[in-house]
C-alpha cells in the first residue's frame, strides 16, 4: 500500500514510529506536510497537491494533526475523504474531538461516566456557571487546552470567577467541572484501536499538582484495566467515531469518568511504558480496512 502520513514534523516520534511500521510491513510511506498541501475543487474530480506535486496513489492517510492547526488539516483529511481515500482518523471525528466542550456533548449522549461540566457563552454571570458546575473546587479549562496548559484548579470562589472573567475578557472559552478529587492526580490513558483497547497506562501527577500529563512532569506506569474501565473507554472511541483514540478517563467513587477523547494520541509514553507497538496497530488496522 502507499500511506500518507500527514505531519508537519517528520522527526517526531509518533511520525517515526509510523513511518518505520508501515515500511517495515512492506508499504510505502510518506510524510506530507498538511499545511504545505493545495487543493484542487472541481466537479467530479478533487485532487491534493503537496507543493507543485500532485498526489496519486495514495491508498491511506494517517492524521497527525497538531491542536493548533485542528480546522485546516481537516479540510485537507476532508478532501482525501472526498477522494475516496480511506483515513485513519476522519476530518468529523478529529473536528469533533478537539473541542472540549463539543467533545463532552458528544459523549453525554451514549452513557458513559463524565465529570459533571458546565458551559455557557454568557460569562458575565460566573456565579451562575459555578453554581450550575455545582460549585468549588472547580476545574476550568480552556476548550483548546492541551497538555494541560490552560487547565487550571480552583479552590475558592472568589478565585473561580475572576479567572472565568479573565478569560471572558480575552475571549477565551472555557468549560467548569467539577474536581474529582479522589482520583488523586492520576488518570488512565488507554489506546483504544478499531474498538479495542490495545494499551493503557495510569499517569500520576508530580507531588503538588493535579495535572497527570506527562507534559507536565507526570510518571507512567503500565495498568490492567478493570473491565467497566475498558468497557468506557471503547464506548467513549466509538461516541466520537474515533478508530484510533487516546481516552483519558479518572479513577472516581462513582466509576470510571470520561475526561477527553484524543484523535492523534501521541505514541511516544504509551509505547515505552507498556512495550507495546502502537504504530504497529495502527498499520494492521489499515492493511484490514483498506486490502
Ligand atoms: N475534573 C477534574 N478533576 C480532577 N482532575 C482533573 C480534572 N480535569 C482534569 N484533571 C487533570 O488535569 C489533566 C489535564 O486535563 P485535560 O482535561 O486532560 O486537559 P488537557 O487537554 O490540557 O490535557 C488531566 O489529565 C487530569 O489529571
Ligand atoms: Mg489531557
Not at 472541481?42 to 500532485?54: A, C, K, N, T, Y
Not at 491508498?59 to 483529511?77: E, F, K, L, N
Not at 454568557?122 to 487546552?145: C, H, M, N, Q, Y
Amino acid at each position: 500500500m502507499n500511506l500518507a502520513v500527514l505531519s508537519r514534523g517528520p522527526q517526531l516520534y509518533s511520525t517515526r514510529s509510523l513511518v518505520q511500521a508501515g515500511r517495515r510491513r512492506g508499504h510505502r510511506v510518506e510524510v506530507i506536510d498538511h499545511l504545505y498541501c493545495n487543493l484542487l475543487i472541481e466537479g467530479g474530480q478533487p485532487q491534493v497537491f503537496h507543493g507543485d506535486r500532485l498526489l496519486w496513489g495514495v491508498d491511506a492517510v494517517i492524521p497527525r494533526i497538531g491542536a493548533s492547526v485542528t480546522v485546516p488539516g481537516a479540510a485537507i483529511i476532508r478532501q482525501f475523504e472526498m477522494m475516496g481515500i480511506f483515513s485513519v482518523t476522519s476530518s468529523e471525528a478529529l473536528l469533533r474531538s478537539r473541542d472540549k466542550l463539543q467533545c463532552l456533548q458528544w459523549l453525554s449522549q451514549v452513557g458513559v461516566g463524565l465529570p459533571r461540566t458546565a458551559y455557557s457563552n454568557f460569562t458575565e454571570t460566573p456565579r451562575e456557571l459555578i453554581d450550575l458546575a455545582g460549585g468549588v473546587p472547580l476545574v476550568i479549562k480552556l476548550l483548546k487546552s492541551t497538555h494541560g496548559l490552560g487547565v487550571i484548579l480552583a479552590e475558592k470562589e472568589s478565585v473561580a470567577e475572576s479567572v472565568i472573567e479573565a478569560f471572558a475578557r480575552i475571549r477565551e472559552r472555557v468549560i467548569v467541572q467539577e474536581y474529582i478529587a479522589e482520583a488523586g492526580g492520576a488518570d488512565l490513558r488507554v489506546l483504544v484501536i478499531d474498538g479495542q483497547v490495545v494499551a493503557a497506562m495510569k499517569r500520576q501527577a508530580q507531588p503538588g499538582e493535579f495535572r497527570s500529563n506527562l507534559h507536565r512532569g507526570a510518571t507512567a506506569t503500565p495498568v490492567e484495566l478493570e473491565p467497566e474501565e475498558a468497557a468506557t473507554a471503547i464506548r467513549a472511541a466509538e461516541a466520537l467515531g474515533l478508530k484510533v483514540a487516546g481516552v483519558d478517563l479518572l479513577q472516581s467513587d462513582r466509576g470510571p469518568l470520561v475526561l477527553e477523547v484524543n484523535p492523534s494520541p501521541g505514541l511516544e509514553g504509551i509505547t515505552s511504558t507498556t512495550g507495546i507497538d502502537i504504530a504497529d496497530h495502527i498499520i494492521r488496522y489499515i492493511e484490514k480496512e483498506v486490502i
